[in-house]
């Protein structure tokens, strides 16, 4: 069952402002600490979501908290007409636009501050909608998975990657080791920012995961939900079609 956990237990603002400075004061490490920590196994995760769209051929394509872009720019590989990426941090959305500019990618791929809670777009724009550990952030999830449903074309995909935990042994007990104590102190050390790495093992741990989450996204209408467990359950991609 989701509980709600937020970066910065002293904090009177709510779940999404801390979510996004806790962005802001990471965003200039992010991306090294991302592929630093998980060994570049998120870049292969990225691949498999990016395989999953290629088989609907979506041309236009939304992705949701985007951070700096890694996502967005893995889907020009499927050749869409045009990529939109949203999110509420402004220090991840300009190191993206940063990135995606040197890549010469501005003409395709085009990020603008956004919550996932109110979408800045119409119903039926997209033909694709992907996350990528982005939904544990949500302030309110069923809000958000219903307005990324809203702006999904009939027919149209959502295709969300994110972490969980493994469930079998040794592959628990070694994750839960490497996630609560080396990434958390690499991470702190590396960023400067002491509560951010210790929200990240404990937004996994109490977000709804699997058949939990599948069953949230059939709730939100949701249909031919699945999931695919990655790397012995480390992470996890969901499915649904609208």
């Known amino acids: 069952m989701s509980k709600s956990v937020t970066p910065y237990a002293n904090s009177n603002k709510r779940k999404k402002e801390q979510i ?17 920590l998980s060994l570049n196994i998120d870049k292969i995760w990225r691949k498999k979501v990016v395989n999953i769209l290629k088989s609907y051929n979506p041309k236009i ?17 499927i050749n869409p007409k045009k990529i939109y990426g949203i999110d509420i941090s402004d220090g991840m959305l300009n190191i993206g636009q940063k990135k995606i500019k ?6 395709i791929i085009s990020l603008k501050k956004g919550d996932a809670e109110n979408i800045p777009f119409d ?29 999904l074309k009939p027919n149209g995909i959502c295709v969300i990657l994110e972490f969980t935990t493994p469930e079998f042994f040794p592959m628990k007990q070694l994750y839960g080791f ?9 991470g702190k050390f590396i960023s400067k920012d002491n509560s951010a790495y210790d929200y990240l093992p404990k937004s996994v741990e109490a977000f709804s995961q699997r058949e939990e989450f599948t069953n949230k996204l059939k709730k939100c209408y949701f249909n031919d939900t699945k999931f695919i467990n990655l790397t012995f359950g480390v992470a996890t991609i969901y499915t649904g079609i609208k």
Do not use: C, P, W
């Not at 806790?22 to 630093?36: T, V």
């Not at 909608?129 to 952030?137: K, L, P, S, Y």
């Not at 490497?178 to 690499?186: G, M, P, V």
């Open 20 to 36: 996004a400075g806790m962005f802001n004061n990471i965003a200039g490490k992010y991306d090294f600490l991302n592929h630093f």
């Open 61 to 77: 394509i939304l992705d949701v908290a985007t951070g700096t872009g890694d996502l967005a720019i893995a889907t020009l590989k």
């Open 102 to 107: 040197q890549k010469g990618h501005d003409s």
């Open 123 to 151: 119903d039926n724009t997209f033909d694709a909608v992907t996350v990528a550990f982005g939904v544990r952030n949500f302030e309110d999830l069923d809000t958000g998975l219903s307005e990324i449903y809203r702006v």
């Open 178 to 186: 490497y996630f609560k104590y080396i990434l958390t102190t690499f």
